[in-house]
């Protein structure tokens, strides 16, 4: 089926360094979105992107975070500065409709921030 | 608010035997009910969907699921499970207009034993 890809599957940075998780949704699909999930936590909803542009965010999705897809390339999730918190996985999904419910997402990115 | 309970954390079965995973709901709209799977090394995979009507839904891989209105529930089910339905099975909650913004429960992971 569809597949969403996910780079890198894991990272290891110090804390106050970016980084860039980035993600290739099902081609055709036009929303994208991030969930975060912290160890032994519930995944929670991040942001959620269309037409070049953030819909909507929740309050994990702090100043220091960023997304973008510039010209259908990788749908990208940057953290700059990165804080102890940040450490969790990231999963992108994508999805053809924005009200379904139906999200393919990839595997997941591993962030740890030492 | 809304909160998806998933109230086993771990269930071991054995080849053959049935299945039953948990789920209560929390939200006072009209729910979107879902349930993911994980399965190792894998994206999230939807299994199965419930928007109305029927209240038991039919998935993929002979797994369906009841909805419940006076329960707030949506359990899992499955006659007769196999060593590959090893994997971390997640609860999901939306609604029409929640823009694929889903609400997760913490997820069952389940072991099927040879």
């Known amino acids: 089926g569809p597949k969403v890809l996910q780079i890198p599957s894991h990272q290891i940075i110090d804390m106050g360094q970016m980084v860039t998780l980035n993600c290739d949704p099902v081609?055709?699909?036009?929303?994208f979105y991030w969930y975060k999930q912290i160890l032994g936590q519930q995944m929670e909803f991040l942001v959620n992107?269309?037409?070049?542009?953030?819909?909507?965010k929740s309050k994990l999705f702090k100043d220091q975070f960023s997304v973008e897809r510039p010209d259908g390339s990788y749908f990208t999730l940057k953290i700059q500065p990165t804080a102890l918190e940040d450490s969790a996985v990231y999963f992108c999904?994508?999805?053809?409709?924005?009200?379904?419910?139906?999200?393919?997402f990839g595997e997941g990115s591993k962030l740890t921030v030492l | 608010a809304q909160s998806v309970t998933q109230p086993d954390a771990r269930v071991t079965v054995s080849e053959g035997a049935s299945l039953q995973l948990r789920c209560k709901y929390s939200?006072?709209?009209?729910?979107?009910l879902f349930w993911y799977v994980q399965y190792p090394r894998q994206g999230l995979q939807l299994l199965l969907k419930?928007?109305?009507?029927?209240?038991v839904v039919q998935g993929v891989n002979g797994f369906e699921a009841e909805f419940s209105k006076s329960n707030s529930s949506f359990h899992l089910r499955k006659a007769s499970v196999h060593w590959s339905d090893s994997a971390v099975y997640f609860c999901?909650?939306?609604?029409?207009?929640?823009?694929?913004?889903?609400?997760f429960g913490i997820g069952t992971r389940v072991l099927v034993r040879p």
């Open positions: 419930y928007y109305s009507g029927d209240p």
């Open positions: 992107f269309y037409n070049g542009k953030v819909m909507e």
């Open positions: 939200y006072s709209g009209t729910p979107y």
């Open positions: 081609s055709n699909h036009l929303y």
């Open positions: 999901v909650l939306t609604s029409n207009s929640a823009g694929n913004k889903l609400t």
């Open positions: 999904a994508s999805s053809s409709s924005a009200n379904t419910g139906q999200l393919y």
